[in-house]
C-alpha cells in the first residue's frame, strides 16, 4: 500500500468515524454541523492525497442522463401533487433562510463528493466503502440526527424515509463518480437535494411514495446507463451490475417491510408488545390491520385505536350511537374491566385482519433498547 492509500484509509475512517459520532450529538440544525465538519475535511483530503482523474468517453452524455432523470423526477413529485396538494412555503426566502437551510446542503453534498472523488481515485476496497459511508451519513445529516428519536415508531420512519432512500441514492452515485467521475453524480445530488428547498411550493405526496421514487430512480438510471455504455464490458456488467441489482432488491425489501410497520400503505403492521389480547393475539405477534376509512364494524372486531401517543389493539365489545355518532367500547380479551370511555370513529386507525406469531419479538428488543436509552 502506497503513501496515498495509507492516508487515504485513515482519513476515510476517521471522517466516517466523526460523521457517524455527530448522529448521536442533540445538535439543532445538524445540516449546519455537518458542513462545518465535512468542509475541513474536503480541504485536508484534497491537500493531503493525490487526486487522479476519470478518464471515459461518455461522461457527457452520461452528466446529460441523469440531470434530464433528477428534473423528470422533481417534475413527477410536482405531476402527483396535482392528485394530492401542494402549498406555499412557509418559510420566507431571505438571506436567513438561505444561509440556514440552502447553503449547508451545498456545502455538505459539494464536499462530500469530492472527498468521494478522491477516495475513490485510491482503487481500495476499504477507502470505497468508508466514502460511501461518508456520503451516506451525510444525506442522514441533512434531515436530523439520532438523538432526538424517542420511540421505536419514529427510529423505523427515519430508516424508511431518509436512509434507505439515500443508501439507494448513494449506490448510484458511487457508480456514476467511479465510472464517470465528479459532474453527473453532483449534479444528479444537488438537484434532487437542492431544488425540493429552493421551490416556494412543498408537494403533499405521501412520504412512502416520496421514498419509492427515491429508491427507484437511481436503480432505473444505472439499468439505463448499463444498457446504453456498459453492454460490451460484459465481466464488468455481470459482476458489478448484478450486485447493485441485488443490494437495490433488497433495500427495496427493506424500504416496504418499514413501510408496513410504518403504517404508510392501505395495510400496516403492530407488534404486540403487551398480554391484554393474550390468546387471540400474543406478545411478540405481528397484528396486520387495514386502515380504517369508515368501513362498517361489528361487535367483536379487533381493532387499532390512538390513545394518546400510543396505539391500541383491543376487541369492540359495544356499540352505541349518541346523537348520529358511534361510539365504540372496547376491551382486552385478557382484562377483566372494559377500557375506559369510549372509542368515535376519529380515534380508529384499523381493522386487524390476521397475525403472524413471534416475528415482532425484534421490534420488541428494540424498543425496549430505546426505552432503556431514555
Not at 448521536?24 to 462545518?36: D, K, M, Q
Not at 493525490?50 to 440531470?67: A, E, F, G, P
Not at 413527477?76 to 402549498?87: K, Q, T
Not at 436512509?163 to 463518480?177: C, D, F, I, R, S
Request: proline share 3%.
Amino acid at each position: 500500500m502506497n503513501c496515498d492509500k495509507k492516508r487515504a484509509t485513515v482519513l476515510s475512517i476517521l471522517i466516517c468515524v466523526l460523521c457517524a459520532l455527530l448522529l448521536f450529538v442533540p445538535i439543532g440544525n445538524s445540516g449546519i454541523w455537518a458542513a462545518a465538519l465535512l468542509v475541513p475535511a474536503a480541504l485536508i483530503v484534497f491537500l493531503f492525497i493525490k487526486k487522479r482523474r476519470t478518464y471515459s468517453i461518455n461522461k457527457y452524455q452520461v452528466l446529460l442522463i441523469v440531470v434530464v432523470s433528477a428534473l423528470l423526477t422533481i417534475m413527477l413529485r410536482y405531476f402527483l401533487a396535482l392528485f394530492f396538494g401542494m402549498a406555499k412555503r412557509a418559510a420566507t426566502q431571505d438571506l436567513s433562510w438561505f444561509l440556514q437551510s440552502v447553503l449547508p446542503l451545498l456545502l455538505v453534498i459539494i464536499s462530500t463528493e469530492l472527498i468521494r472523488t478522491v477516495f475513490l481515485a485510491q482503487n481500495h476496497r476499504l477507502t470505497a466503502i468508508a466514502a460511501y459511508g461518508i456520503c451516506l451519513l451525510s444525506d442522514i445529516l441533512l434531515v436530523s440526527t439520532l438523538s432526538g428519536l424517542q420511540r421505536f415508531a419514529d427510529f423505523m420512519d427515519m430508516m424508511g424515509l431518509t436512509v434507505l432512500p439515500a443508501a439507494m441514492g448513494n449506490l448510484l452515485y458511487q457508480y456514476l463518480n467511479k465510472r464517470y467521475g465528479l459532474l453527473p453524480g453532483l449534479s444528479m445530488r444537488l438537484l434532487l437535494t437542492v431544488c425540493p428547498v429552493v421551490i416556494p411550493y412543498v408537494p403533499f405526496t405521501p412520504d412512502a411514495l416520496t421514498a419509492f421514487i427515491g429508491m427507484i430512480v437511481p436503480l432505473l438510471v444505472y439499468f439505463f446507463i448499463d444498457l446504453l455504455y456498459e453492454r460490451k464490458f460484459v465481466t464488468h456488467r455481470r459482476s458489478g451490475g448484478w450486485s447493485y441489482v441485488g443490494i437495490g432488491s433488497v433495500l427495496v425489501l427493506m424500504l416496504s417491510v418499514v413501510m408496513i410497520v410504518s403504517c404508510q400503505f392501505r395495510y400496516g403492521a403492530l407488534v404486540i408488545g403487551s398480554g391484554s389480547m393474550t390468546g387471540e393475539l400474543n406478545t411478540g405477534d405481528l397484528a396486520v390491520y387495514e386502515r380504517y376509512e369508515d368501513q362498517i364494524l361489528q361487535v367483536g372486531d379487533v381493532v387499532v385505536f390512538k390513545s394518546g401517543s400510543s396505539r391500541v389493539i383491543h376487541r369492540i365489545t359495544d356499540i352505541d350511537q349518541v346523537n348520529g355518532e358511534l361510539r365504540y367500547i372496547t376491551k382486552g380479551d385478557a382484562n377483566e374491566t372494559e377500557d375506559l370511555g369510549y372509542r368515535v370513529d376519529s380515534d380508529l386507525v384499523g381493522v386487524v385482519r390476521f397475525k403472524i406469531a413471534y416475528v415482532g419479538y425484534p421490534t420488541i428488543w428494540m424498543n425496549d433498547l430505546f426505552t432503556n436509552a431514555s
